[in-house]
């Protein structure tokens, strides 16, 4: 497995981007809109997104403003090589698969959930094996 990004959701996206930039700094790595869903990414890391180095997904649903501290957690990511075989695996050993492996809304990239024994959501996203890192083979 190899550490990906954690995600939190940010009522005002570009506040965040200054703080994690301007205060951390951090790089803003890459952005995405899906107005289909309604939701923005933002992806910021440093040493311009050094793939042995996780990030921080911003996302912001369009029209919340604000989060209680407790729902502003989002998931951990991991890189998987087969999103679907580490699926079955995980429900081999009595683990909680919460969305099954597929196509992300929207887009094309293979991911699943399973949530830990205190429910924090993890995401699987298949990469390519070089990419993914060890574990779930």
Known sequence: MQFLHTMLRVGNLQRSIDFYTQVLGMQLLRTSENPEYKYSLAFLGFDGGNPGQAEIELTYNWGVESYELGTAYGHIALGVPDAYAAVEKI????????REAGPVKGGSTVI??????D????ELIQKAPKEAGVGLR
């Not at 429900?91 to 919460?98: C, E, F, L, P, R």
């Not at 429910?119 to 993890?122: A, D, M, Q, R, V």
Request: proline fraction near 6%; aromatic fraction near 12%.
């Open 91 to 98: 429900k081999a050993a009595g683990g909680n698969v919460t």
């Open 112 to 117: 699943a959930f399973v949530t830990d024994p």
């Open 119 to 122: 429910g924090y959501k993890i």
